[in-house]
Structures are given as C-alpha cells and as structure tokens.
C-alpha cells in the first residue's frame, strides 16, 4: 500500500508490531490482502472522500424533505374518513406536546387547516414533498456513488428518476407507518391504558 504511511508508522514503538501482526493476517476471498491493507484502504477512503462533508450534504436535503411531508400528512387527516379520528388525535397531539405548542399548533394551524379543505394545497405541497425527498434521495445516492477508490457515474435524469422511484417507496413506507402507528396509538394502546387506569 502507502509507502509514506508504512514508513511512518514503522518509527512508532508499539504500533510498529501491531502493523507488523495486521499484514501477516491474510483474509480469504480478498485477494490477498491483509487486514492492515483493508485498515488502511478504509481510512483513507474516509479522509480523503470527505465522508463527514457528504453526510451532511445528505442529512440536510433529508432535513429540507421533512417539514413538506408532515405538512402533508396534517393536510391529509382532515379527509381520513374515521369517525372521531380528527378529535382523537388532537388528543394524541396534546398528549405529548409542551402546553403552549399544542395551543398554538392546534388553534392557528389545524383548525385552519381542517377548516379550509383545499385540494390545490393538498397537491401542491404532495408533488413539494415528493420532489424535496427526491432531491433527498438522489443526495444519497450522489454522496455514496462517489469514493476515493471508485466513482460511479450515473445521467442526471437517470438518477432523478431513480431517486424519485425510492422517494415515492419510501413516502408510501412513511405514511403506512404512521397510519398503522396512529391506529395503533390512538384505538389500542390509548383504550387499554384507560381500562388499566380505570381498574385501579
């Protein structure tokens, strides 16, 4: 591998011998290469491939993606056609909520919300929270298609509408989880605590 490296790490007491019992160590299936190499092939895939620089990159675009996603799914629960299921998760909301969050979220953008049921909204921020998970996803996809080692070229359309594929998976992923969650919550777990409570 590095020579510079080895080289260095050679004039270092202990870390010497341990380099030394790393290189004797030869992996099947890799080649050849010993544990050191495959040490140092992935630290130097770290340093120079500026991970912590992509990761941010990714976790940004992911943070962009999430406010349009759960203004959709606010917009959406007025149409969810369950009895009471507005007021019982109003009442989930408060639950969990500080005081003053819950009065302000419920009295200025719920009920408003609720209140002005407008299918233009509905589709646009839909297709806002698509398209900004989509750019979440391809922002994935572009920090791990690119290495130190090894690039991966992919067409910018290519990879929008693979990305778009994932992000329309991963948005139907969300909303069965929250579904299934706030059923779950709200005509399950909320019941049996009450019974519980009641008993004692």
Same mark, same amino acid.
Request: no cysteine; proline share 4%.
């Given at each position: 591998?590095? %020579? ?11 870390? *010497?011998?341990? /380099? %030394?019992?790393?290189?004797? #160590?030869?992996?099947?299936? &890799? ?9 140092? $092939? ?29 203004? &959709? /799914? #606010?917009? $959406? ?7 009471? &299921? ?7 909301? *408060? ?19 609720? @209140? *002005?049921?407008?299918?233009?909204? +509905?589709?646009? #921020?839909? /297709?806002?929270?698509? =398209?900004?998970?989509? *750019? !979440? ?17 992919? !067409? ?5 509408? &693979?990305? =778009? !594929?994932?992000?329309?998976? =991963?948005?139907? =992923? /969300? ?12 005509? #399950? ?6 019974? +519980? @409570?009641?008993?004692?």
């Amino acid at each position: 591998m590095s %020579r510079e490296i080895e080289e260095r790490l050679e004039r270092i007491p202990v870390i *010497n011998l341990v /380099v %030394r019992f790393l290189k004797e #160590i030869k992996l099947p299936g &890799f080649e050849g290469l010993s544990i050191y190499d495959l040490v140092e $092939l992935y630290v130097i895939g770290i340093v120079r491939g500026a991970l912590t620089t992509r990761a941010s990159a990714i976790a940004f675009s992911f943070f962009t993606a999430i406010f349009p996603f759960l203004l &959709f /799914v #606010i917009i $959406l629960i007025p149409y969810i056609p369950i009895a009471n &299921f507005q007021t019982e998760f109003l009442d989930f909301l *408060n639950s969990f909520l500080p005081p003053q969050t819950s009065e302000f979220f419920i009295d200025n953008i719920f009920k408003d919300i609720s @209140s *002005n049921k407008s299918g233009g909204l +509905l589709s646009t #921020i839909f /297709v806002l929270s698509i =398209l900004l998970m989509a *750019n !979440g996803v391809s922002a994935v996809f572009s920090g791990f298609e690119t290495s130190y080692h090894e690039q991966l070229v992919r !067409g910018v359309f290519k990879q929008y509408l &693979f990305a =778009l !594929g994932v992000a329309l998976i =991963l948005a139907v =992923l /969300v909303l069965v989880t929250v579904a299934f969650f706030g059923y779950f919550q709200i005509y #399950i777990i909320q019941p049996l605590y009450e019974s +519980l @409570s009641g008993q004692q």
